[in-house]
């Protein structure tokens, strides 16, 4: 008989064959894996009792979504955008029982940092709103309310600057903005609990400007101004330092990074701290100017005041006892009358004053006034400048180029300003540049470019052209 012998190739041949069939065999499916955080996100507590909250179950619950800004301690201002998630409301209606003006709801942070909010605060938005174009307060202004956001620009929060959760108070509309110490981040507890009684601090001097007792402890958290004292027995008091207190109302600058006076402080003049009962303690401008360590305090070793010193007390280093005055109610900053500034007369901007033309290589040129501009979607960018980190505030530059429609085969811009200062940067290192800013100078109609990573020559001041070559 004959026998078929196999190539000495075929045999390898086969292997690598059984090899492919089995790889072609159908395997289990693998099951994504979930960004979405698993387990308790948020712990809610009640007088009755609580529970915990997993992700699933807190977007089980009703959504709030809406554009949510804030403007800092310093003045800058952080441009609205789109937060979802679930209204503060919602989440204390969740624990049953009641709810109303003898309450509050203490937010709690990973890190531990809590702020505490009224009745009034969850119940109907009552905090005080900015608009985003000036920083100027709203009176009146459209209905606000408190979220805790699990969503925001359409994706999760950002776990590595704002956590799982965020507390964030919102509008309708992207027309205004709140304090930044009401934004609480990286949020994992609310706790539902009675309140002591309100309280109404009257502070006083070139203007009036009473501070409610919500006011002041989000004044004194320590996102905000809040600092801390220690008493020779060991006892740690918590509050806001004096000399901030008497800038709210020493001249009309009552919000701003320089509305502490320091001319008039030199100058000299004396503060009376008042208690409940009339008795008075004066210390004059120079002990107290920029003194972190005499402070109005509200909380006393992690809790409210004892009964003899609440609702505030004068703590701090080189007062003696008896200047140490409690239950304050009344505040009064003795600033010469003279002093006393007159509001200045601002005249009214035209519609279209300032105006900025794109020229060039486009497919239409266009001249933008003023009023043109600030339609636009205003944003706020941190740049690093001459002086260090700087706030600007104006409008994306790129968008601005698109309108105008690139041609092809431009490369390079040049930005001309109004003294004839021109500066020419490549058009791809523009385009690659997401935070390029056309942003607003103080004088209403002039603009500056700001150009993150780019030399801050090419920043022109008071640009009023930019060609496309």
């Given at each position: 008989m004959?026998?078929?012998?196999?190539p000495?190739?075929?045999?390898?041949?086969?292997?690598?064959?059984?090899l492919?069939?089995?790889?072609?065999?159908?395997?289990?499916?693998?099951?994504?894996?979930?960004?979405e955080?698993?387990g308790?996100?948020l712990a809610?507590?009640?007088?009755?009792?609580?529970?915990?909250?997993?992700?699933?179950d807190?977007?089980?619950?009703?959504?709030?979504?809406g554009?949510?800004?804030?403007k800092?301690?310093?003045?800058?201002i952080?441009?609205?955008?789109?937060?979802k998630g679930?209204?503060?409301k919602?989440?204390?209606?969740s624990?049953?029982?009641?709810?109303?003006a003898?309450?509050g709801?203490?937010?709690?942070?990973?890190?531990?940092?809590?702020?505490t909010f009224?009745?009034?605060?969850?119940?109907?938005?009552?905090?005080?709103a900015?608009?985003p174009?000036?920083?100027?307060?709203?009176?009146?202004h459209d209905p606000?309310?408190?979220?805790?956001?699990?969503?925001?620009?359409?994706?999760?929060?950002?776990?590595?600057?704002?956590?799982?959760?965020?507390?964030?108070?919102?509008?309708?509309?992207?027309?205004?903005?709140?304090?930044?110490?009401w934004?609480?981040?990286?949020?994992?507890?609310?706790?539902v609990?009675?309140v002591g009684?309100?309280?109404?601090?009257?502070?006083?001097?070139?203007i009036?400007?009473?501070?409610t007792r919500?006011?002041f402890?989000?004044c004194?958290?320590?996102?905000c101004h809040?600092?801390?004292?220690?008493?020779?027995?060991g006892q740690?008091?918590?509050?806001?330092?004096?000399?901030?207190?008497v800038?709210?109302v020493?001249?009309s600058d009552?919000h701003?990074?320089?509305?502490?006076n320091?001319?008039?402080?030199?100058a000299?003049?004396?503060?009376?701290?008042?208690?409940a009962?009339?008795?008075k303690?004066?210390?004059?401008?120079?002990?107290?100017k920029?003194?972190?360590a005499?402070?109005?305090?509200?909380?006393?070793?992690?809790?409210?005041?004892?009964?003899?010193y609440?609702?505030?007390?004068?703590?701090?280093?080189?007062?003696d006892?008896?200047q140490?005055?409690?239950?304050?109610?009344?505040i009064?900053?003795?600033?010469?009358?003279a002093?006393?500034?007159?509001?200045p007369t601002?005249a009214?901007?035209p519609e279209?004053?300032?105006?900025?033309?794109?020229?060039?290589?486009?497919?239409?040129?266009?001249?933008?006034?003023d009023?043109?501009?600030r339609?636009?979607?205003?944003?706020?960018?941190?740049?690093?400048?001459?002086?260090?980190?700087q706030?600007f505030?104006g409008v994306?530059?790129?968008?601005?180029l698109d309108?105008?429609?690139?041609?092809?085969?431009?490369?390079k811009?040049?930005?001309?300003?109004?003294?004839?200062?021109?500066?020419?940067?490549?058009?791809?290192?523009?385009?690659?540049c997401?935070?390029?800013?056309?942003?607003?100078?103080?004088?209403p109609?002039?603009?500056?470019?700001?150009?993150?990573?780019?030399?801050?020559?090419?920043?022109?001041?008071?640009?009023?052209?930019?060609e496309?070559?």
């Amino acid at each position: 008989m004959k026998h078929t012998r196999f190539p000495i190739l075929v045999l390898p041949l086969l292997f690598i064959l059984s090899l492919v069939v089995s790889a072609c065999e159908a395997k289990p499916t693998e099951t994504p894996v979930s960004s979405e955080p698993t387990g308790t996100v948020l712990a809610l507590v009640g007088p009755n009792g609580g529970h915990a909250l997993s992700m699933t179950d807190l977007k089980a619950l009703p959504v709030t979504e809406g554009q949510g800004g804030i403007k800092s301690s310093t003045g800058a201002i952080t441009i609205p955008e789109d937060f979802k998630g679930v209204a503060l409301k919602d989440l204390v209606a969740s624990l049953g029982g009641t709810f109303d003006a003898s309450m509050g709801v203490t937010i709690t942070a990973e890190d531990g940092y809590s702020m505490t909010f009224s009745y009034d605060q969850i119940e109907n938005g009552a905090f005080t709103a900015y608009d985003p174009a000036n920083g100027n307060e709203l009176t009146p202004h459209d209905p606000l309310t408190a979220i805790i956001a699990y969503e925001h620009n359409g994706q999760p929060l950002d776990s590595t600057s704002e956590g799982t959760l965020r507390l964030v108070v919102i509008s309708a509309k992207n027309d205004q903005v709140v304090d930044g110490h009401w934004s609480v981040k990286w949020v994992n507890k609310i706790e539902v609990a009675p309140v002591g009684q309100t309280w109404t601090l009257d502070l006083s001097g070139a203007i009036t400007s009473p501070v409610t007792r919500d006011s002041f402890q989000s004044c004194g958290s320590p996102s905000c101004h809040g600092t801390s004292w220690q008493d020779e027995n060991g006892q740690n008091w918590v509050g806001v330092p004096l000399w901030l207190l008497v800038g709210e109302v020493d001249d009309s600058d009552s919000h701003t990074e320089n509305a502490f006076n320091h001319a008039l402080a030199d100058a000299g003049y004396t503060i009376d701290v008042v208690g409940a009962d009339g008795y008075k303690v004066t210390l004059n401008s120079q002990d107290i100017k920029e003194n972190n360590a005499i402070l109005v305090a509200f909380m006393v070793n992690d809790g409210e005041l004892p009964e003899q010193y609440y609702p505030l007390r004068l703590v701090g280093t080189g007062l003696d006892k008896n200047q140490m005055v409690g239950q304050i109610t009344r505040i009064t900053v003795n600033v010469p009358s003279a002093s006393t500034p007159t509001p200045p007369t601002v005249a009214a901007v035209p519609e279209n004053s300032g105006s900025l033309t794109i020229t060039g290589m486009v497919n239409q040129e266009l001249t933008l006034k003023d009023a043109d501009l600030r339609a636009m979607d205003i944003i706020t960018i941190t740049a690093q400048g001459k002086d260090g980190p700087q706030d600007f505030q104006g409008v994306l530059l790129n968008p601005i180029l698109d309108n105008a429609g690139i041609q092809a085969g431009a490369t390079k811009l040049t930005f001309s300003a109004s003294d004839n200062y021109s500066a020419d940067v490549n058009l791809s290192d523009v385009r690659d540049c997401p935070k390029a800013l056309l942003a607003f100078m103080d004088t209403p109609g002039s603009y500056m470019i700001v150009l993150p990573d780019q030399p801050t020559s090419t920043w022109v001041k008071n640009v009023i052209q930019i060609e496309v070559k």
